[in-house]
């Protein structure tokens, strides 16, 4: 089953991101996979397309390392027994960009992570598609090419926890309505990004956007 190219609402109203959700990530990290969903959020504003061919990110506090995800975007509100299928309603692939020295320092104080994954421009965003279904997602894999080369490699059917028990948490424990976005964790090959990068996300090889860093001072 093929996905169709398809629009959001341009209000977005909260941005949910899934930590440590692929084994592999979190054990280049050093990290032990949680127990149950690690959840942090990002504001609006960090929120950016990737199709505008430019992506300005801060250059002056450390590395900003990537980190491409499965990106799931609600359409309606959260019910109890609603299913992934009757929720989402598009789908793309998008950057979790993070200011890895910024978070190590958080980290190490017990701090909260917003300076490190909140920054304005730290989630880009790829082309939307409509959602084609749970199966259809875990029967093709997505990625991030830099400069041409794969760095990252993953697929939903790899998850810590899967897609149902991602909605399902967020949408008990928080809730979940129509504009909301779902960052899903991202797989192994996590790294550093340099001015001039031209990066390019993509699902079942077909590119969803592409952009060049700028780094700012």
């Not at 209000?11 to 930590?19: A, E, L, P, Q």
């Not at 990625?143 to 939903?156: H, M, S, W």
Request: aromatic content about 8%; glycine content about 12%; hydrophobic content about 40%.
């Amino acid at each position: 089953m093929s996905a169709t190219t398809t629009t959001l609402s341009p209000d977005i109203r909260n941005i949910y991101c899934i930590g440590r959700n692929y084994r592999l990530h979190a054990a280049e990290m050093g990290n032990e996979v949680p127990s149950s969903p690690m959840l942090f959020t990002k504001p609006t504003h960090a929120a950016v397309s990737m199709t505008n061919g430019t992506l300005v990110v801060p250059g002056a506090q450390g590395s900003v390392h990537y980190e491409a995800e499965l990106v799931l975007a609600v359409g309606r509100t959260y019910e109890a027994g609603i299913s992934c299928d009757e929720l989402l309603s598009a789908f793309t692939v998008g950057l979790d960009l993070t200011l890895r020295d910024v978070q190590d320092r958080l980290k190490a104080k017990g701090h909260p992570w917003l300076a490190a994954k909140g920054f304005r421009n730290s989630a880009p965003l790829g082309r939307w598609l409509s959602f084609p279904g749970v199966p259809a997602i875990t029967e093709h894999d997505f990625g991030l090419r830099i400069n041409d080369k794969e760095v990252q490699r993953g697929n939903a059917k790899d998850m810590v926890f899967g897609l149902q028990q991602i909605v399902d948490f967020v949408g008990l424990t928080y809730g979940l309505a129509e504009g909301d976005l779902l960052y899903t964790g991202t797989p192994e090959g996590v790294g550093s990004l340099n001015e001039g990068d031209t990066l390019e996300v993509w699902w079942h090889e077909e590119s969803l956007g592409k952009g060049q860093v700028r780094l700012s001072l």
